[in-house]
């Protein structure tokens, strides 16, 4: 008989963005360990993103829960739709450029919202589970944030019934960085760190997708904490010829302060330097991106490179990645962000095209396109080394061997990190 377990998370299909990724792949291969996942998600939710062709991965066997929930985002669009879209898919202006809707906007979701804005799902959802994990005898229970108030619905679960919960973080809770952007007062910023106490001291075990985010919580609790990165699956898109154009891609949300001036410097600089480069030159931007990322493009002469295709499926996506000549990986250049591994990184891997990243010093997304050989990592004041890299991929564009050679991916694979998450499961 399989064991049942509950797992609580916000995002789920028809969601679109990297949120709903991680526990959509590992519902999809738990089964095939003999665990029967129950999924616990919101009836009505105010997805930032859709993606349709992501409900084909759902199986028809797993079972789905679902809970109305009160969302302020829609109520927060009355007053200013754009704003409040934006905020909710994570992208905050320039402090300097913000309209005053958005600066209020801000303080509210910071300070009456705390840890965030799904916290009135909390309370009823803690009544339906109740209930239904008692009737249906689960000892274990799963919460998945952000948003990190589910942690709270585990938080309530497992001092009421005492099951066994795990609380797996995708990202970091009071240090992540849009966290500076959010206006707290002292009080708010008191408040997040009591509760993110209270949840890694209380739950059983703590899940974790980066070496960094382990080391940060491991001076909070004692308790055990595994790291599980995400990763990729194997998406059949087919044979695909790669662009004719020398093609950077950038695939999914580009934010205000991922806004690397030297890369934008060295494109500039082989534009004007290069007549076989300024012929051949696309930059591919596959998802949302800031209007500030646009114009420091546009200061630099690059407008007329720019090939801007907004939100696309996860599939869709996944033959941008293929076809791509170059894939660019950006990250804010902050402390905070060196533990943040996009999960877009796996599937990059596996494109077997080259990747450029660039982000902060020592992060752990250097150090697995280092070990696994997939690209090259760059922090934001590399102007030379960046350069060259750029047009040593470029030269071997024109003799068309340009690709990748990785190598010890097996272990980033979807049903591989499953197999890990049931070894934690079983503890």
């Not at 797993?62 to 302020?72: D, R």
């Not at 760190?193 to 080391?215: C, G, M, R, Y």
């Not at 250049?333 to 943040?340: A, G, N, R």
Request: one cysteine or more; charged letters at 25%.
């Amino acid at each position: 008989m399989k064991k049942k377990v509950l797992i609580i998370t916000y995002y789920w299909p028809p969601a679109g963005g990297p949120g709903v990724q991680r526990w959509l792949k590992f519902v999809k291969y738990l089964p095939e360990f003999n665990i029967d996942p129950i999924v616990y998600i919101p009836d009505n939710p105010n997805y930032p993103l859709l993606d349709e062709s992501l409900s084909s991965e759902v199986s028809d066997e797993i079972t789905i829960l679902k809970y109305p929930i009160k969302e302020p985002y829609k109520l927060a669009g009355v007053f200013s739709k754009k704003s409040s879209k934006t905020i909710s898919k994570g992208i905050i202006s320039d402090h300097k450029k913000q309209s005053f809707i958005e600066k209020v906007m801000l303080y509210i979701r910071g300070n009456f919202f705390v840890p965030d804005a799904r916290i009135a799902w909390v309370k009823p959802s803690v009544g339906y589970l109740s209930k239904y994990i008692s009737e249906k005898n689960i000892k274990t229970i799963i919460t998945t944030g952000p948003p990190h108030s589910l942690h709270l619905i585990g938080l309530r679960l497992k001092e009421e019934l005492g099951v066994k919960w795990l609380a797996d973080f995708r990202d970091p809770w009071t240090t992540i960085g849009y966290h500076k952007q959010l206006k707290l007062t002292k009080a708010s910023k008191e408040k997040h760190i009591t509760l993110e106490k209270q949840v890694l001291n209380t739950a059983d075990q703590v899940i974790v997708t980066s070496f960094t985010t382990k080391k940060e919580f491991s001076k909070i609790t004692s308790r055990p904490i595994e790291v599980i990165t995400n990763g990729y699956d194997y998406e059949p898109a087919g044979e695909l010829e790669l662009d004719s154009k020398f093609s950077i891609s950038h695939i999914g949300s580009l934010l205000s302060k991922r806004n690397p001036e030297v890369l934008w410097d060295v494109l500039s600089d082989l534009v004007n330097e290069n007549n076989g480069f300024s012929k051949d030159f696309q930059l591919n931007f596959i998802g949302a991106i800031s209007e500030n990322v646009l114009g420091s493009i546009k200061n630099k002469g690059l407008s007329n490179y720019v090939n801007k295709v907004g939100y696309v499926s996860h599939k869709e996506a996944v033959v941008f990645q293929k076809k791509s000549q170059v894939l660019l990986l950006i990250e804010i250049d902050s402390e905070d962000t060196k533990c943040i591994i996009p999960g877009k990184l796996f599937e990059y891997m596996v494109s077997n095209r080259p990747i450029i990243a660039i982000g902060p010093k020592d992060s752990d997304v250097g150090k697995i396109i280092k070990e696994t050989n997939t690209g090259s990592y760059f922090n934001y004041d590399a102007y030379e080394s960046l350069k060259t890299t750029i047009l040593a991929c470029y030269k071997a564009f024109r003799n068309k061997n340009l690709q990748s050679f990785p190598i010890g991916l097996q272990k980033y694979s979807r049903k591989q990190l499953t197999q890990q998450l049931i070894e934690v499961i079983e503890k």
